[in-house]
């Protein structure tokens, strides 16, 4: 009987050792985060907001520095930014969405949705094309009309392509991140579904998954806790405001427009993990490799995300977004289920060292399962 009573002793000290243990590493990790990023967005500058979700639960979110220059207003989990191309993934879940309803088809060609482009050629180019960015078409806009290049909108900006007489190379051959392919999708998600983009997007995208104030911008309209990007000037003395008006096809939704926080897209990484608006074959998919990137090795696209394969991690399915001052990461190990955002509103930090100076405190915590 004693021995029985002194083994369950030593189990449960173990067990409270081991959780002890677990504890203190999870405490070091969050504080090896928090050094990372404070020592690069200091209090009375521009910059970021941070949040890792493992889980159901929020293990890290920090805000530092300040999301608007002009109030002092700091930056925080409530702060809405300008999240560029990640905006893609969201116009990318749209249109399969259509796809699973039968109102369109990945495989229907562009000419199709588009009668009055004139090249033979647009024939060749399905709405897979479009996701992956294969599908050859070059981004020929004109950037010589300031005012153009600084206000066009999706249809505006995609225009030139009515007229487009030559491609890069054969449709699927090769990959070209491209923008104007993506704000395609502008058009055809609202011929599809009758609907405005818009209205498309607030009822089937973003209020199903309970992100009640995301919004695409518009001159004028109002964004709630709204971070302004900036650009710290030559001489030092400061930063200027960098963002619509002042930085090229800001004003475009399909491809980049859209104003959301960390704390929403907490919930946009619920609703893909729970199935809410598209399915988990369909989501699979557009997460599976489309195309090797030649010049980013481990590197490939699907349908709205880059999916990097490095040794010693698992996949990662992520994107980033530049436009203007905003500086944007948004990465989701899917069999971890483990989110992290970076969201900044200053584009002069290396983006790329903090991803991976991030993925590897996650790793020394033990938070990936491998």
């Given at each position: 009987m004693k021995r029985l009573i002194l083994s369950a002793i030593l189990i449960s000290n173990l067990m409270i050792s081991c959780k002890s243990g677990q504890e203190n590493t999870n405490s070091v990790a969050i504080q090896k985060l928090?050094?990372?990023?404070s020592s690069q967005y200091p209090a009375d500058e521009p910059g970021a907001t941070i949040l890792i979700l493992r889980g159901d639960s929020v293990i890290f979110e920090k805000g530092y520095g300040i999301a608007d220059m002009e109030t002092n207003e700091p930056a925080g989990g409530e702060t809405f930014y300008n999240i560029a191309s990640v905006s893609k993934q969201f116009s990318g879940v749209a249109l399969m969405m259509l796809a699973q309803e039968g109102?369109?088809?990945?495989?229907d060609n562009v000419k199709k949705w588009f009668p009055h482009f004139k090249a033979p050629f647009y024939e060749k180019i399905t709405l897979r094309h479009l996701l992956s960015h294969t599908s050859g078409i070059p981004d020929s806009r004109d950037r010589t009309d300031r005012i153009f290049v600084t206000t066009a909108t999706d249809t505006l900006s995609y225009s030139y392509l009515e007229n487009l007489t030559e491609l890069n190379f054969e449709p699927g051959a090769s990959y070209e991140y491209m923008n104007p392919t993506f704000q395609l999708m502008y058009t055809i998600i609202e011929k599809a579904s009758g609907m405005q983009f818009d209205e498309f997007m607030r009822k089937r995208i973003f209020d199903p998954a309970g992100m009640k104030e995301a919004i695409y911008f518009e001159e004028g309209r109002e964004i709630p806790r709204m971070a302004h990007g900036y650009l710290e000037n030559k001489d030092s003395s400061g930063f200027m405001q960098f963002d619509y008006g002042e930085e090229s096809f800001f004003a475009t939704k399909a491809d980049g427009g859209l104003y959301t926080s960390v704390r929403e897209f907490v919930k946009w990484e619920q609703a893909l993990r729970n199935n809410i608006l598209i399915s988990e074959e369909t989501l699979r998919t557009a997460q599976t490799p489309k195309i090797a990137i030649a010049d980013m090795p481990g590197?490939?696209?699907?349908?709205?995300?880059f999916i990097e394969q490095r040794e010693g991690f698992p996949d990662k399915i992520y994107h980033t977004g530049?436009?203007?001052?905003?500086?944007?990461?948004a990465?989701?190990?899917?069999?971890?289920?483990?989110?992290?955002l970076i969201f900044s509103n200053r584009n002069d930090r290396n983006r790329e060292e903090n991803a991976q100076k991030t993925d590897e405190i996650i790793k020394e915590a033990g938070w990936f399962q491998q």
């Amino acid at each position: 009987m004693k021995r029985l009573i002194l083994s369950a002793i030593l189990i449960s000290n173990l067990m409270i050792s081991c959780k002890s243990g677990q504890e203190n590493t999870n405490s070091v990790a969050i504080q090896k985060l928090d050094s990372l990023f404070s020592s690069q967005y200091p209090a009375d500058e521009p910059g970021a907001t941070i949040l890792i979700l493992r889980g159901d639960s929020v293990i890290f979110e920090k805000g530092y520095g300040i999301a608007d220059m002009e109030t002092n207003e700091p930056a925080g989990g409530e702060t809405f930014y300008n999240i560029a191309s990640v905006s893609k993934q969201f116009s990318g879940v749209a249109l399969m969405m259509l796809a699973q309803e039968g109102k369109l088809s990945l495989d229907d060609n562009v000419k199709k949705w588009f009668p009055h482009f004139k090249a033979p050629f647009y024939e060749k180019i399905t709405l897979r094309h479009l996701l992956s960015h294969t599908s050859g078409i070059p981004d020929s806009r004109d950037r010589t009309d300031r005012i153009f290049v600084t206000t066009a909108t999706d249809t505006l900006s995609y225009s030139y392509l009515e007229n487009l007489t030559e491609l890069n190379f054969e449709p699927g051959a090769s990959y070209e991140y491209m923008n104007p392919t993506f704000q395609l999708m502008y058009t055809i998600i609202e011929k599809a579904s009758g609907m405005q983009f818009d209205e498309f997007m607030r009822k089937r995208i973003f209020d199903p998954a309970g992100m009640k104030e995301a919004i695409y911008f518009e001159e004028g309209r109002e964004i709630p806790r709204m971070a302004h990007g900036y650009l710290e000037n030559k001489d030092s003395s400061g930063f200027m405001q960098f963002d619509y008006g002042e930085e090229s096809f800001f004003a475009t939704k399909a491809d980049g427009g859209l104003y959301t926080s960390v704390r929403e897209f907490v919930k946009w990484e619920q609703a893909l993990r729970n199935n809410i608006l598209i399915s988990e074959e369909t989501l699979r998919t557009a997460q599976t490799p489309k195309i090797a990137i030649a010049d980013m090795p481990g590197h490939s696209y699907g349908y709205g995300w880059f999916i990097e394969q490095r040794e010693g991690f698992p996949d990662k399915i992520y994107h980033t977004g530049d436009n203007g001052g905003f500086q944007i990461y948004a990465a989701r190990y899917p069999k971890d289920e483990i989110l992290i955002l970076i969201f900044s509103n200053r584009n002069d930090r290396n983006r790329e060292e903090n991803a991976q100076k991030t993925d590897e405190i996650i790793k020394e915590a033990g938070w990936f399962q491998q």
